[in-house]
């Protein structure tokens, strides 16, 4: 229900009749991550593999065991890569301001197997920093210079690391398409 930003589903566990809310890219204990809110139903992802859990009226669970969805095939996601130079000055700006930064975008933790790998942007300020450098909404961003992002405090050690930097590296999944980003600041 609501517009995208605003979008969000309850979900009912049928056996104790408690319900909770959850919005686009929140995690669903055991069962996996809400990658797409529908009329009729969510869209949740597991790993590489998504599965409609239909809107339901009857006497049937609303979500299926979760034992029941399988890894997919060992096939590794096609990969690209991506350059883009950068005025120094605009980061030292968005660092200057590290409060405003962390504003302008909203990341959730990326889950595969119940360990985080990465973080989604689920939203993004118009005209912000982030969209300036490239980053998209539904990005995961998964490495910066090679350190995997696995909570909130490597991410802010990684930004204070940064402004100090000539080249960074950022690895991402877009649109199930492994990227790295090369960014050159001069």
């Known amino acids: ?9 309850i979900v009912e566990e049928r056996a104790s009749k408690n319900q909770t809310l959850y919005r686009l890219h929140d995690y669903i204990p055991d069962v996996g991550e809400v990658a797409d809110i529908r009329r009729n139903g969510i869209v949740v992802r597991q790993g590489n593999l998504e599965e409609l859990v239909e ?72 005209a912000s920093f982030y969209e300036k450098i490239g980053i998209r909404t539904g990005d995961i961003l998964q490495r910066v210079n090679g350190v995997e ?15 100090n930097e000539n080249v960074v590296k950022l690895d991402i999944v877009r649109n199930n398409q492994r990227a790295t980003v090369t960014y050159e600041l001069r």
């Open 1 to 9: 229900m609501g517009d995208r930003e605003g979008v969000f589903a």
């Open 55 to 126: 809107l339901t009226l009857s006497e049937q669970p609303l979500v299926s065991n979760p034992g029941v969805m399988s890894p997919p095939p060992a096939a590794a996601l096609p990969t690209s890569s991506m350059k883009k130079v950068i005025d120094r000055r605009e980061v030292d700006h968005a660092m200057s301001d590290l409060p405003k930064l962390l504003t302008q975008a909203r990341a959730v933790p990326y889950m595969v197997n119940g360990a985080i790998n990465g973080f989604r942007i689920d939203y993004m300020a118009p």
């Open 149 to 163: 992002i696995r909570d909130p405090g490597t991410v802010l050690n990684l930004l204070q690391q940064l402004k």
